[in-house]
């Protein structure tokens, strides 16, 4: 099993910028895919990013050219920069990695809340 364990959430101003962490131990080996979702209150669990171990990243629109994803593949460790946060931004934030054997774990989450 993996275990990702996230942190870096917090309040923030609307505007402002906010970086997670999401650090993976375990069973490491052939992590394929490491995503980012979020789930507001009353509402489904979306992504929000991922990047797969050769760096292709996906974005849908509402955080496109505001939300980057990177990973460092030494350091087991996948990073969600967002900038230019907005109130609709504020959810539990949950990091995932998938393995090449489809094994999917999850974080516990960070709170993200954007409000002035």
């Known amino acids: 099993q993996v275990q990702p364990v996230e942190s870096g959430g917090g309040l923030v101003q609307p505007g402002g910028s906010l970086r997670l962490s999401c650090v993976a131990s375990g069973s490491i080996f052939a992590i394929n895919t490491m995503a980012w979702y979020r789930q507001a209150p009353g509402k489904e669990r979306v992504l929000v990013a991922n990047?797969?171990?050769?760096?292709?990243?996906y974005y849908p629109d509402s955080v496109k050219g505001r939300f980057t994803i990177s990973r460092d593949n030494a350091k087991n460790t996948v990073y969600l920069q967002m900038m230019n946060l907005r109130p609709e931004d504020t959810a539990v934030y949950y990091c995932n990695t998938l393995r090449t054997d489809l094994q999917r774990s999850w974080g516990q989450g960070t709170q993200v809340t954007v409000s002035s």
């Open positions: 990047i797969n171990v050769g760096g292709t990243t």
